[in-house]
């Protein structure tokens, strides 16, 4: 129902900057929350951030003080990403709270790659 297209990964160097974008369409009914969640090559997919349409926001520890999350509108979010290191590389996807009434992220987008190398 609801499609999400990522757009802003790239290739960029230890202490780098990049600015992902996160665009929902469809048949929006409801969007609770908006996330960011990265997988690694041979890791699991974890948790990033997240703001909720309350605007409450979390961060994962590991990105804490170097990320920011925020709103581009009611149907797109950000997440700038500051001082980037290596072990940040991953699939970053976005994700979406979309059902009226039911807690949880329920669409996915495909992801776009970020690189961290020198």
């Known amino acids: 129902q609801v499609q999400l297209v990522e757009s802003g990964g790239g290739l960029v160097q230890p202490g780098g900057s990049l600015r992902l974008s996160c665009v929902a369409s469809?048949?929006?009914?409801?969007?609770?929350?908006m996330g960011w969640y990265r997988q690694a090559p041979g890791k699991q997919r974890e948790f990033v951030a997240e703001?909720?349409?309350?605007?409450?926001i979390y961060y994962a520890e590991a990105v804490k003080g170097r990320f920011t999350i925020s709103k581009a509108n009611a149907t797109a979010v950000y997440l700038q990403m500051n001082s980037l290191k290596p072990e940040d590389t991953a699939v970053y996807s976005c994700?979406?709270?979309?059902?009226?009434?039911?807690?949880?992220?329920?669409?996915w987008g495909k992801g776009t790659l970020v690189t961290v190398s020198s």
């Open positions: 994700a979406v709270d979309s059902r009226p009434a039911i807690r949880g992220f329920d669409s």
């Open positions: 703001i909720t349409a309350g605007g409450n």
């Open positions: 469809g048949n929006i009914f409801s969007l609770n929350a």
